[in-house]
């Protein structure tokens, strides 16, 4: 069974960082691509980063240069480093893993900038 658990989430302030870490129980880890989303109450979820088998990372317009995805093939592992983060980065932060036709969701992990 395939199973992704984020990590890494809390309350931060303003300007502060949080990294978030993705841990995935998939058979051929290196194969998926791997991205980030987030969803904040009331809103629909959205693509804020994403990291493809070969290390090609793209993102949202509006967390470049201040986010970076990157992936440990070694450790399955995918991780969102989050830096000078602003109350409108509040949101539930989604792992997901894609190839082909398949994806799978982790269960997101809660993330709250706010003084």
């Known amino acids: 069974q395939v199973q992704l658990v984020e990590s890494g989430g809390g309350l931060v302030q303003p300007g502060g960082s949080l990294r978030l870490s993705c841990a995935a129980s998939?058979?051929?880890?290196?194969?998926?691509?791997m991205y980030w989303y987030r969803q904040a109450p009331g809103k629909q979820r959205e693509l804020v980063a994403t990291i493809t088998s070969g290390g090609s990372a793209n993102y949202k317009d509006s967390v470049k240069g201040r986010f970076t995805i990157s992936r440990d093939n070694a450790k399955n592992m995918v991780y969102l480093q989050m830096s000078s983060l602003k109350p409108e980065d509040t949101a539930v932060y989604y792992c997901n893993a894609g190839y082909g036709s398949s994806s799978y969701w982790g269960q997101g992990t809660q993330v709250t900038v706010s003084s």
């Open positions: 998939l058979s051929i880890f290196s194969i998926y691509t």
